[in-house]
């Protein structure tokens, strides 16, 4: 085995480390935001009614729609920093 092969798969093994630890703040970020929006939901709408329960519903698939964005949004830039960084 040539030297190069050594060093190539040390970095392989370090991007799927950084791949693997950004899917997992991208899934525990997106339980959190599903509360977080739900809460926030609910505080805005205050449902009493069944249109009430409706609008929330709705507002609350917005909030969470926008969040998820941002989220994967931050995430995938910081993924491009560590890649751009390990070569």
């Known amino acids: 085995m040539k030297s190069w092969d050594i060093n190539k798969s040390h970095i392989m093994?370090?991007?799927?480390?950084a791949a693997g630890c950004l899917a997992a703040f991208l899934w525990i970020g997106a339980i959190a935001l599903s509360i977080g929006s739900g809460i926030?939901?609910?505080?805005?709408i205050d449902p009493d009614s069944f249109l009430g329960g409706i609008k929330f519903l709705?507002?609350?698939?917005?909030?969470?729609w926008i969040g998820y964005l941002v989220i994967a949004g931050i995430i995938a830039l910081i993924g491009s920093w560590s890649s751009s960084n390990n070569n």
């Open 13 to 17: 093994s370090d991007n799927n480390t």
């Open 40 to 44: 926030l939901a609910w505080n805005w």
């Open 58 to 64: 709705i507002v609350w698939g917005i909030l969470s």
